[in-house]
C-alpha cells in the first residue's frame, strides 16, 4: 500500500504555468511507472505524463513541449511542470503509480486529485 497526496493545482488564465507536487509515503523509485493522469469535465480518464523503467518518460501528445514530469527533490515526489496552459487543460489531476505483482499484474494506485482550472 501506498499514499499519494497531490498538491499545487488551482485556477490560472491562459499561457500560465502550473507545478504540481505528489508525494508518496513510500520511495517512489520502487515503483514500476509514476506519473499523472487527468479527467476533464465530461470526458475519459486519460494518461498525461509518466515515469517507467527507470527515466524514460512518456507524455500525452497534446502537452508535449508544454508539460514536464520529473522526480522532485525527494525520492518520494514526483512533479509535473505545465508551462503555457490551455483551457483544454482544464481538469481533476491524479497521480498515480504503477507496481506489477506477479500475481494480480499491474496494481495502481492513486492520488485524491488536484483540481486545475485554465480560464481564457
Known amino acids: 500500500q501506498v499514499q499519494l497526496v497531490e498538491s499545487g493545482g488551482g485556477s490560472v488564465q491562459a499561457g500560465e504555468s502550473l507545478r504540481l507536487s505528489c508525494a508518496a509515503s513510500?520511495?517512489?523509485?520502487?515503483?514500476?511507472?509514476a506519473g499523472w493522469y487527468r479527467q476533464g469535465p465530461g470526458k475519459p480518464r486519460e494518461l498525461v505524463a509518466r515515469i517507467r523503467g527507470g527515466d524514460r518518460t512518456d507524455y500525452l501528445d497534446s502537452v508535449k513541449g508544454r508539460f514536464t514530469i520529473s522526480r522532485g527533490n525527494g525520492v518520494n515526489i514526483v512533479s509535473l511542470e505545465m508551462d503555457g496552459l490551455e483551457p483544454e487543460d482544464t481538469a481533476v489531476y491524479y497521480c498515480?503509480?504503477?507496481?506489477?505483482?506477479?500475481?494480480?499484474?499491474?496494481?495502481?494506485?492513486w492520488g485524491q486529485g488536484t483540481q486545475v482550472i485554465v480560464s481564457s
Open positions: 513510500k520511495d517512489i523509485r520502487s515503483f514500476d511507472a
Open positions: 498515480y503509480v504503477m507496481k506489477y505483482d506477479p500475481v494480480r499484474g499491474p496494481v495502481d494506485y
